[in-house]
């Protein structure tokens, strides 16, 4: 059933759950686990049991493994596993904001989904999931910043619509116009040396050049460390997004320059970029449970994941120098990242993403990053420069691909991926070729 309105969505999903324990099986992300933990508050607050599963991919696999007894409430996934889940017995309830194949919606499931509501407004799971708990219960004012965070860790906070504005306004956020560097809360020069978006050459990974240019904005130390981003004044705030701006490209600068939002957690200010990657890091290095608990409040959860994030981040320059340093497969305004072992599978899509917003490729090319999971190989592919204009469609590429060596696949039209067999590897590269050298010949 497709739902044209949030209203007929939760009265439904009350009266199954009567009757039903529920089990919640949410992405792995930081838009994921925000969807997860407002839905385990509110299901706390109904004094109904419940069990949860954070994943990273919902395969045939994983959907065979559900309980069979259970209501099963799908969050950001289940949009483009339809046929699987059709096979099921289960209730299958889903949230989702991601983009659906042309099939028909099975009898078992209930969607959710702002592509398929009248009056269309690009929410990310987490809003839905906010929206959805106020009408289930009548206390769920305070999980507004979960939606935020789901908002932040999709990179979606620069569309405001009308229903994003209502829920900024509930959050109780403090908002500040400013460079967009996270942590914003924290000494500068940590802030900028594992700056990943934007990727600041020689500044990024480099201590030695986040000093000098520190002081080529003019900006010293306070006693013996740098002031956070949010505590520099307008003249401070001006000198170094000019200093960076030497060292970007003029869309690239233009990108990075917004709204800070600053949310109330932990008995302090945090910026909720920085706990969103917080979040994502976690979950990246196979600890999502300490990003759930970090997103109910847990305070041990946030030292933890404090620690883990900065594993993260040494990852992250390592895996960026491991593409700069090795061979790739260069085409037509495409680039095939091939990391087989050298990178981990759930870090290849951030490594994507940060190449796809650099300078190093032109606007329009397609990155295809690849990175091995078991038996398996992770693909993600991004477009630089995020083009809204452009006519190519990655999940639409994605599914073409991924149907001719029975891979699955999923994403947006920017930024896409697919999950296939070790054995096809080679296989899926020359499709990748074929495909984008026809279609560029054909445009």
Not at 73 to 89: N, P, T, V
Not at 135 to 158: F, N, Q, V, Y
Not at 340 to 349: A, F, P, V
Not at 379 to 398: A, D, F, Y
Request: hydrophobic residues 40%.
């Amino acid at each position: 059933m497709i739902f044209n309105s949030f209203e007929d969505f939760q009265i439904l999903f009350l009266k199954i759950i009567l009757n039903k324990k529920v089990h919640i099986v949410s992405h792995f992300d930081t838009d994921g686990i925000s969807s997860a933990a407002i839905f385990s508050k509110t299901l706390e607050r109904l004094n109904k049991q419940f069990s949860m599963k954070i994943i990273k991919q919902l395969d045939k696999e994983e959907i065979n493994n559900f309980p069979k007894d259970r209501l099963i409430l799908l969050l950001d996934l289940g949009s483009g596993s339809l046929d699987y889940l059709s096979e099921l017995d289960n209730e299958i309830f889903i949230i989702d904001h991601h983009e659906l194949p042309n099939k028909e919606i099975p009898d078992n499931v209930n969607i959710l989904n702002p592509h398929l509501m009248p009056e269309y407004e690009d929410l990310c799971t987490a809003e839905l999931a906010f929206l959805v708990s106020k009408l289930l219960t009548k206390d769920s004012k305070d999980l507004s910043h979960l939606a935020i965070l789901g908002m932040i860790g999709d990179t979606m906070e620069k569309g405001i619509g009308k229903i994003r504005n209502k829920i900024i306004k509930e959050s109780d956020v403090q908002i500040k116009k400013g460079l967009l560097i996270y942590p914003s809360t924290r000494p500068l020069d940590k802030a900028l040396e594992y700056s990943s978006r934007p990727f600041i050459p020689n500044v990024t990974g480099n201590s030695k050049g986040t000093y000098e240019l520190l002081k080529e904005a003019g900006i010293e130390k306070t006693g013996k460390f740098y002031k956070s981003l949010i505590e520099l004044d307008e003249r401070e705030m001006k000198n170094l997004v000019t200093t960076i701006a030497l060292r970007l490209s003029a869309k690239e600068s233009s990108q990075y320059i917004g709204n800070l939002y600053l949310l109330k957690m932990f008995n302090r200010l945090e910026d909720a970029r920085e706990l969103s990657a917080i979040i994502n890091a976690c979950s990246k290095m196979d600890n999502p449970e300490i990003s759930l608990l970090l997103c109910l409040g847990n305070s041990e959860a946030r030292k933890k994941a404090e620690r883990i994030y900065l594993k993260y981040r040494q990852h992250i320059i390592t895996g960026l120098r491991y593409i700069d340093q090795n061979n790739k497969i260069i085409g037509r305004e495409y680039v095939i990242i091939n990391a087989k072992d050298q990178i981990k599978d759930t870090l290849i899509g951030t490594l994507a993403s940060i190449i796809s917003f650099s300078a190093i490729y032109k606007e329009g090319t397609i990155i295809i990053a690849m990175a091995y999971n078991n038996d398996k190989i992770k693909v993600s592919t991004r477009m630089v420069g995020r083009n809204p204009k452009s006519t190519r469609n990655l999940k639409e590429l994605m599914e073409s691909i991924s149907s001719d060596i029975e891979g699955e696949f999923g994403g947006h039209k920017e930024a896409a991926g697919c999950l296939i067999k070790k054995e096809d590897e080679e296989k899926f590269i020359e499709l990748v070729k074929r495909k984008l050298e026809y279609e560029l010949i054909k445009v």
